[in-house]
């Protein structure tokens, strides 16, 4: 019976359906199957990757078929078994697993998450050295956030508030006026975007859980995997981790993610990829246009990868890296992901997420599981913020001075390292965001720096946490964007100081 409701989907193909998109279409052939016994309740449903081969159609259209077949009740997923029909339709759900110990993932293998590893050692040197100066931490200057701007905006808000904004939403959809807004900027970024296909969440971080799931639910009872940047951005690895997914490290040079690192991924079976077009963490490289557009070469035979992109810096970067979403031969498949978090408020928790609706359908959904909706009320203030006069001044003299900080930092570590005889690398190319990474001389281990910079007044990062693998010991992470440019020197020497003292100490050098 299968057979014959595949060829009807089939077939589905070569009509236009009235402008109904192929997936709905899809579901309805197979709903309707359900109900009339065509297709039998306990019966097992091809994978989604067995059925998207057999129909000739992409992996995210066959998830979208299920996914609505699993709203209406039709349908239930069995954790390492498959999808079966339920057993009376639109009234028998699956059970619930019960949520014990043992079912949350552990914590990679009994290690600490890495973003705990930071945290740990960031207080333990607080503790030690309360007075050095603190550039261990991924935020912006509070400084140079938009203080005023974001006061106006709550008032204006808080001045039109009526009791209905304060009810349950009519819908999910984006409030006007913001998604007014961010059509204007994304289009100032070059990424031409609909408002229907937007939705607003809490973070990005939010996001990346949400599609961590989604894409569980494209494989049911098979590994998942998904290559990320290494370095990397630790907060996304360990989110996408702990939902039980396997990641695959995709190398970087300046201009991001090499095309050699992407198709190692995908040589590997991954069922999506994420980027950092620009301002990454921690590197703070970014795309250029030829190496985007080779990555969207690579890409583009593949169609059932997922192409995830964090523009974490978006409003406060300098660069324009563009975005996978405008290549017409990827974008059905892209998600990209924009955060206010470094630009306007870490606390306003608010992000972005821009995807057509094979994808942004079943997000949807997630989310409306995961939350419901988000405050609407916060979503004006963000509104009223992107279209304040003074925003776009503020936002140009925040981005100024990221950069001449990072430059100051740049330049200084690259001199005082020169003038010393010690070999430290920084970025030949200019970068964006908040971040410098420095590279130490071979077999000079960063743990040991970290702790004998902050004995000469400054605090920061070893490179560790931001790699899938241990063994990577000859890197610092420096948030420039949380220090005066007069005080690089200062920085840089007691970086080279640290370096000198130690490399003439044995126990200092790695063992090969």
């Known amino acids: 019976m299968m057979l014959e409701v595949q060829q009807r ?7 236009s359906g009235n402008g109904r998109p192929l997936y709905e279409r899809a579901a309805h052939e197979m709903a309707q199957a359900i109900r009339t016994g065509e297709l039998r309740p306990g019966e097992r449903l091809p994978s989604v990757r067995q059925l998207a081969t057999d129909l000739g159609l992409s992996v995210t259209t066959v998830m979208s078929v299920y996914t609505r077949l699993g709203e209406l009740g039709l349908v239930h997923g069995e954790a390492g078994r498959g999808t079966f029909i339920t057993e009376t339709p639109e009234i028998a759900q699956a059970a619930p697993t019960p949520r014990t110990s043992e079912t949350v993932p552990p914590a990679r293998g009994g290690s ?5 590893v930071l945290a740990q050692t960031e207080a333990r040197l607080k503790r030690s050295h309360p007075s050095a100066r603190d550039l261990t931490r991924g935020g912006p200057d509070p400084s140079l956030l938009p203080l005023a701007v974001v006061k106006r905006a709550y008032g204006d808000v808080a001045a039109r508030l009526r009791a ?26 070059g990424i031409i975007a609909e408002a229907d296909d937007l939705l607003i969440g809490g973070s990005t971080q939010q996001f990346l859980a949400l599609l961590a799931g989604l894409l569980q639910r494209r494989s049911p009872g098979e590994t998942v995997l998904v290559g990320v940047e290494e370095p990397g951005y630790q907060t996304a690895m360990d989110t996408l981790e702990f939902h039980g997914l396997n990641l695959v490290p995709m190398p970087l040079d300046g201009a991001g993610v090499t ?10 079976g991954v069922s999506a990829v994420l980027f950092t077009p620009r301002a990454h963490s921690p590197t703070g490289c970014c795309w250029t246009a030829e190496r985007r557009r080779a990555l969207a070469d690579v890409l583009t035979p593949h169609p059932d990868v997922w192409v995830i992109e964090d523009d974490q810096f978006a409003e406060a970067a300098s660069s324009r890296a563009g975005s996978l979403y405008t290549d017409p031969r990827l974008r059905e498949r892209v998600v990209y992901l924009r955060s206010f978090s470094k630009s306007i408020a870490p606390d306003l928790r608010l992000s972005a997420a821009l995807a057509r609706q094979p994808i942004r359908h079943p997000l949807t959904l997630a989310k409306s599981f995961a939350d419901g909706w988000t405050s609407q009320t916060s979503q004006r203030v963000l509104a009223a913020v992107l279209t304040d006069p003074e925003i776009d001044d503020l936002l140009a003299t925040a981005r100024t001075e990221y950069a001449r900080r990072r430059a100051a930092v740049r ?4 001199h005082t390292g020169a003038s010393r005889d010690i070999e430290l690398l920084v970025p030949e190319l200019d ?3 908040l971040h410098v990474w420095v ?3 071979g077999g000079c281990d960063a743990d040991r720096v970290v702790e004998a910079t902050a004995q000469r007044g400054f605090l920061l990062a070893a490179g560790q946490p931001f790699f899938l693998s241990p063994g990577n010991q000859r890197h610092l992470r420096i948030n420039a964007g949380a220090l005066p440019a007069d005080r690089a020197p200062q920085l840089a020497a007691a970086i080279c100081e640290a370096a000198v003292t130690l490399m003439s100490q044995p126990t200092a050098l790695l063992t090969p």
Do not use: C, F, K, M
Not at 165 to 189: F, H, I, K, M
């Open 411 to 414: 330049e200084a570590i690259r």
């Open 431 to 433: 970068t964006d965001g």
């Open 439 to 441: 590279t130490l001389p």
């Open 112 to 116: 600490a998450w890495r973003r705990q």
């Open 9 to 15: 989907i089939a077939a589905l193909r070569n009509s």
């Open 259 to 268: 095309v050699e690192g992407l198709r190692g991924a995908i040589d590997a």
């Open 164 to 189: 209905q904004n304060l009810e349950y939403p009519a819908t999910l959809s984006t409030e006007p006026e913001l998604a007014e807004a961010l059509v204007g900027r994304l289009s100032d970024d």
